[in-house]
């Protein structure tokens, strides 16, 4: 496991709980709107924070947060990701998992070894340019729609999110997405916010009008569409 950073505290990232996050170093997408730009390649030179030092975090605050929420990067990468949320489990902590979905078996073996509490995972775009959006060419989404399939099955509480971006995201695709998720308990439009820390420069995000517009064109589809970051 490669912690690169600790987050130690956050009335966000776990719905309806205090939670911290832990950010793990290395992902297998490339996306040019990726705020955690930094996280993307997996330096196995870096330190990054011990496991003595998370769990005496965490130790602290037991009684005071509810869960820990794993994010990346890509946290499915981590060889021993599995007996890592297992030690934060024994301190009492429910566990929520950030993924790109692209890990299928890793993501059903977890929560099949009741390690999961609850799973977000990102929808990049619309099937049709997925390979754009994640900065890849001629990408295999298989893996992505398995996983979709897997959440979209009921066995854990689960959120599907989009970060929209307006120069890669339209009307078409979040119809496209909204029939691709038919059925699915939530879906969240997360605001795109320029930084300095993105992979490509020139990004922006859409006004609140015309992300409703979006939330409207996916709501025939999924229970419960909301916007976040306006």
Not at 85 to 104: A, H, R, Y
Not at 129 to 141: A, H, R, V
């Given at each position: ?105 890793k993501l059903k073996s977890l929560v099949s070894h009741g390690l999961i509490d609850y799973v977000a995972m990102d929808i990049k775009n619309s099937q049709e ?57 939530d879906y969240y439009l997360q605001c795109f916010v320029d930084s300095e820390n ?33």
């Amino acid at each position: 496991m490669i912690i690169d950073g600790v987050q130690k505290l956050s009335l966000l990232d776990f719905p309806d709980k205090t939670c911290c996050t832990l950010f793990t170093l290395g992902c297998n997408y490339c996306c040019p709107f990726c705020h955690n730009a930094s996280l993307i390649t997996c330096d196995t030179s870096k330190e990054g924070v011990s496991w003595p030092e998370v769990k005496s975090f965490l130790k602290k605050r037991q009684g005071l947060l509810d869960g820990v929420c794993i994010s990346g990067g890509e946290p499915l990468l981590q060889d021993g990701l599995a007996d890592f949320i297992g030690e934060i489990k024994l301190l009492g902590f429910e566990v929520k998992l950030d993924t790109n979905g692209s890990l299928p078996e890793k993501l059903k073996s977890l929560v099949s070894h009741g390690l999961i509490d609850y799973v977000a995972m990102d929808i990049k775009n619309s099937q049709e340019k997925y390979s754009e959006t994640i900065g890849l060419l001629k990408y295999d989404l298989d893996a992505v729609k398995e996983s979709v399939q897997f959440l979209l099955s009921g066995v854990v509480p689960y959120e599907f999110r989009t970060t929209v971006v307006r120069e890669l995201h339209s009307e078409k695709d979040f119809l496209s997405i909204g029939s691709w998720l038919c059925g699915a308990e939530d879906y969240y439009l997360q605001c795109f916010v320029d930084s300095e820390n993105v992979l490509r420069k020139g990004l922006s995000g859409y006004a609140k009008e015309e992300l409703e517009k979006f939330k409207s064109l996916v709501e025939p589809f999924v229970k419960s569409v909301k916007i976040r970051g306006i």
